[in-house]
């Protein structure tokens, strides 16, 4: 017997543990977690191997994110229960929370061991895309689809595609994320995905693309009633006359805002935007943290952390905080939040970085983009956003911290060119291999170097070398990189390429911007779209139009002819950082004004269009 303490008005009691853990559950049922957390620890005085009471216990301090106590309770609850698959899939949770994913991964395998359910081989096959392991995560992903009834499988096809799309199976990827998005048709995250992987295909239909997103904005924006509406209210309209000479609000929504490739491009803009005219916030939606998110943070005096919050309530924030210009740095890559935007929360919305295509959605106004990427009158049409083209480049790169030395070209010393790609495998197309492979044919002695985060799984470079070798590859003068942890290591692994090789038609950015800064020139093919166009934008902004290939045979003559002139491409290499450190690409002061121009701008005309 254990005495608990008066609660909700009754008397302490002497209770049996039994019925002390009923006590518990219904106090944690109702909302009262302090109160269930003192009986639990009660409980476990008396009897501290009591599985239930250590479970129960560390969820609690699990969810008041209290960490490292409930990793020791979770920890405590496996080692005294091992059989009980509950309990590792919670460890394997709080894993996942520290970035322990190996370690969550072994939770979730014994789990599937536990309790062999189709949400169980499901959940394993997410975490081993998560970490790379592409062809167990379809193994896993397909044994769920089999396990579950019809009404049960968007997420182990949206798994499936995620896997395959990741391994380069673009088509049969997309297919299966058509399936999932026919399962749960009110799911936004699905749907986006399934768009994003159709820009990894090879010379996509164009209009089919935006009328495939187009679809995306009818849907959902049917589901969601805005909450800002058009004509303002004479309120509104005064409220907003009299903040015309004042600070026009910009709120940045982002998932990314920590080192990933969209934290790199906002960092610079945050630091150099003039706060005297503009009142910056954030919006971050990704509990993830790390140096580049301390530093972002110094930058803005409103940050917002928004993760634990739902679309509406987001929204209603956005609101609360006035925001004049909402800009979405997500598209639909992962853990956007479109349906936010749908909701309509501020009086202009923009699209930027994230996403190298439309939205979809009519109720966001403008993207922001350059006449490189998208030239005047060739992808208008393929957008619901009025297109807002800055005057040079799109985006500007900041220099990575702790950037090591350009290393001498590596051709001289090891008597081979090494001609390589760092970009997400999905981006490497059969089509591209192909050419790729074509580029080594003319130049029998040279070497293909790739590297990108897949890589660390043995059989999945297997695999990948099966399919160059099915290309016509010779799979001996292939060299497939592990990624690499630290930035600096990552930066020193562009001195072993000689000259890198741009994906198409989904381009590099980030990539692309890494090797240049590296030294390394950059060979891109010019398409016809603003993802295809990317390299197109750099490039002329770098003033190295010659490196733009108008075709496939271009490309590979471009790439074989500054492989056969080795005083050009180590000339090249020397100047190239210098280069790009005095190119638009760099000028932060200048892009930033630009940027602060097209805000002023559209900010103006809105304002004349409700005096109207």
């Known amino acids: 017997m254990i005495t608990i303490p008066a609660l909700n008005n009754q008397p302490s009691q002497k209770v049996?543990?039994?019925?002390?853990?009923?006590?518990?559950?219904?106090?944690?049922?109702?909302?009262?977690?302090?109160?269930?957390?003192?009986?639990?620890?009660?409980?476990l005085e008396a009897e501290s191997k009591h599985g239930d009471a250590i479970f129960f216990l560390g969820m609690i301090l699990f969810k008041s994110k209290k960490f490292d106590e409930a990793f020791t309770l979770l920890k405590r609850a496996v080692q005294s229960h091992p059989n009980v698959f509950e309990f590792h899939y919670n460890l394997g949770l709080i894993y996942e929370s520290n970035n322990q994913f190996?370690?969550?991964?072994?939770?979730?395998?014994?789990?599937?061991?536990?309790?062999?359910?189709?949400?169980?081989?499901?959940?394993?096959?997410?975490?081993?895309?998560?970490?790379?392991?592409?062809?167990?995560?379809?193994?896993?992903?397909?044994?769920?689809?089999?396990?579950?009834?019809?009404?049960?499988?968007?997420?182990?096809?949206?798994?499936?595609?995620?896997?395959?799309?990741?391994?380069?199976?673009?088509?049969?990827?997309?297919?299966?994320?058509?399936?999932?998005?026919?399962?749960?048709?009110?799911?936004?995250?699905?749907?986006?995905?399934?768009?994003?992987?159709?820009?990894?295909?090879?010379?996509?239909?164009?209009?089919?693309?935006?009328?495939?997103?187009?679809?995306?904005?009818?849907?959902?924006?049917?589901?969601?009633?805005?909450?800002?509406?058009?004509?303002?209210?004479?309120?509104a309209k005064n409220t907003q006359r009299a903040r015309a000479d004042h600070k026009v609000r910009v709120g940045y929504v982002s998932p990314d805002f920590y080192g990933h490739a969209v934290g790199k491009f906002i960092e610079p803009i945050l630091q150099a935007h003039d706060k005297s005219k503009f009142e910056v916030f954030c919006y971050s939606d990704n509990p993830h943290t790390d140096n580049a998110t301390a530093r972002m943070k110094e930058l803005v005096s409103n940050w917002r952390q928004v993760n634990d919050l739902n679309d509406e309530d987001l929204a209603r924030m956005i609101q609360t905080d006035g925001i004049d210009i909402l800009v979405d740095l997500a598209g639909h890559?992962?853990?956007?939040?479109?349906?936010?935007?749908?909701?309509?929360?501020?009086?202009?919305?923009?699209?930027?970085?994230?996403?190298?295509?439309?939205?979809?959605?009519?109720?966001?106004?403008y993207r922001i983009t350059d006449s490189f990427a998208d030239p005047a009158g060739e992808t208008d049409q393929l957008?619901?956003?009025?297109?807002?083209?800055?005057?040079?480049?799109?985006?500007?790169?900041?220099?990575?911290?702790?950037?090591?030395?350009?290393?001498?070209?590596?051709?001289?010393?090891?008597?081979?060119?090494?001609?390589?790609?760092?970009?997400?495998?999905?981006?490497?197309?059969?089509?591209?291999?192909?050419?790729?492979?074509?580029?080594?044919?003319?130049?029998?002695?040279?070497?293909?170097?790739?590297?990108?985060?897949s890589l660390d799984n043995p059989r999945l470079k297997e695999f990948i070398l099966a399919q160059l070798s099915k290309h016509g590859a010779d799979v001996q003068r292939i060299d497939l990189?592990?990624?690499?942890?630290?930035?600096?290591?990552?930066?020193?692994?562009?001195?072993?390429?000689?000259?890198?090789?741009?994906?198409?038609?989904?381009?590099?950015?980030?990539?692309?911007?890494?090797?240049?800064?590296?030294?390394?020139?950059?060979?891109?093919?010019?398409?016809?779209?603003?993802?295809?166009?990317?390299?197109?934008?750099?490039?002329?902004?770098?003033?190295?139009?010659?490196?733009?290939?108008?075709?496939?045979?271009?490309?590979?003559?471009?790439?074989?002819?500054?492989?056969?002139?080795?005083?050009?491409?180590?000339a090249l290499r020397s100047g190239l950082r210098e280069r790009v450190r005095t190119s638009p690409l760099m000028n932060t002061s200048r892009f930033v004004k630009n940027l602060e121009d097209a805000y002023q701008t559209i900010w103006k005309k809105y304002l004349a269009e409700q005096r109207a």
């Not at 106090?27 to 957390?37: F, I, K, M, P, R």
């Not at 350009?406 to 197309?429: C, D, E, R, V, Y």
């Not at 994906?503 to 398409?527: D, H, R």
């Open 333 to 365: 890559t992962a853990l956007n939040r479109l349906c936010v935007f749908i909701r309509k929360p501020a009086p202009i919305q923009v699209t930027w970085i994230g996403y190298p295509n439309t939205t979809g959605l009519s109720r966001m106004d």
């Open 481 to 570: 990189r592990s990624p690499t942890i630290s930035v600096v290591d990552h930066l020193n692994s562009y001195n072993m390429l000689d000259i890198a090789l741009d994906s198409f038609p989904y381009n590099g950015t980030t990539t692309t911007c890494e090797a240049l800064w590296m030294g390394v020139p950059v060979i891109t093919l010019e398409g016809r779209s603003h993802v295809s166009r990317v390299g197109v934008s750099q490039m002329n902004n770098l003033g190295l139009p010659e490196l733009i290939a108008h075709n496939t045979e271009n490309y590979v003559d471009i790439t074989v002819a500054l492989a056969n002139d080795l005083p050009r491409l180590a």
């Open 102 to 235: 190996a370690q969550a991964l072994e939770c979730y395998r014994r789990v599937v061991e536990l309790e062999p359910s189709g949400n169980s081989h499901s959940n394993l096959s997410k975490n081993l895309t998560d970490s790379g392991q592409l062809n167990e995560a379809i193994e896993f992903a397909r044994e769920a689809v089999q396990r579950l009834p019809q009404n049960q499988r968007a997420i182990p096809y949206n798994n499936l595609a995620s896997a395959l799309t990741l391994r380069g199976e673009i088509e049969q990827g997309l297919e299966n994320y058509r399936l999932a998005v026919a399962a749960d048709i009110e799911n936004a995250s699905m749907h986006s995905n399934y768009l994003l992987a159709s820009l990894y295909l090879d010379n996509p239909d164009r209009g089919e693309l935006f009328q495939e997103h187009k679809k995306f904005g009818d849907k959902f924006e049917s589901f969601i009633p805005k909450m800002y509406e058009n004509p303002m209210s004479a309120q």
């Open 383 to 453: 957008h619901t956003e009025k297109l807002l083209r800055l005057p040079e480049c799109f985006s500007c790169f900041s220099a990575p911290l702790q950037s090591p030395e350009i290393g001498p070209l590596p051709a001289m010393h090891n008597g081979f060119i090494t001609i390589g790609s760092f970009n997400n495998f999905a981006k490497i197309t059969p089509q591209v291999m192909r050419v790729w492979i074509d580029i080594l044919n003319r130049l029998p002695r040279s070497r293909l170097l790739l590297k990108n985060r």
């Open 16 to 43: 049996s543990i039994d019925q002390a853990m009923t006590v518990a559950q219904q106090l944690n049922t109702q909302g009262d977690s302090v109160g269930a957390e003192k009986i639990y620890k009660l409980i």
